[in-house]
């Protein structure tokens, strides 16, 4: 209901008028290499994947040992810490996209913070491996 009220006042304003001028063509972005595009994309995701290691480790063990997990306090906090590391990594990288005149930044943003969760499958992957070689016995 009050996006109908909004829609109503904004159609009733005088159209905005921008300050500056903007060009109907678009700027001609510098070409790029592909492996600095996977070093943009794979590279930021190590810092979230640190903060969220030891916490991780904790959980894994708790899940294969058959103990009980009681730390879900500092299991909030750490995943606190792990959003607000994906988001500055996406601003970060984002910005620097922006400062080498390259408009085409959604993906990379997206995937410089998305690239934690590969690293927590493949962390994940490695210790299931690792415990079923154990309990295994080789």
């Known amino acids: 209901p009050l996006n109908l009220v ?29 492996y600095k595009e996977l070093l943009f994309a794979l590279i930021p995701g190590i810092a979230p994947f640190c903060v969220m290691f030891v916490q991780l480790n904790y959980i894994l063990n708790s899940i294969w040992q058959n103990s009980l997990f009681y ?48 690293y927590l499958m493949l962390y994940a992957v490695s210790y299931f491996m690792k415990m079923n070689a154990y309990q295994s016995g080789e």
């Open 6 to 34: 909004g829609c109503y006042f904004g159609f009733q304003r005088e159209p905005m008028e921008l300050p500056v001028k903007t060009n109907a063509i678009p700027r001609e972005i510098p070409g790029y290499q592909l």
């Open 71 to 118: 730390m879900f306090g500092f299991l909030s906090v750490v995943f606190l810490m792990v959003i607000i590391t994906c988001c500055q990594i996406g601003m970060s990288i984002t910005y620097v996209r922006f400062t080498s005149m390259n408009y085409h930044w959604w993906w990379i943003s997206f995937w410089s913070s998305a690239s934690c969760g590969l």
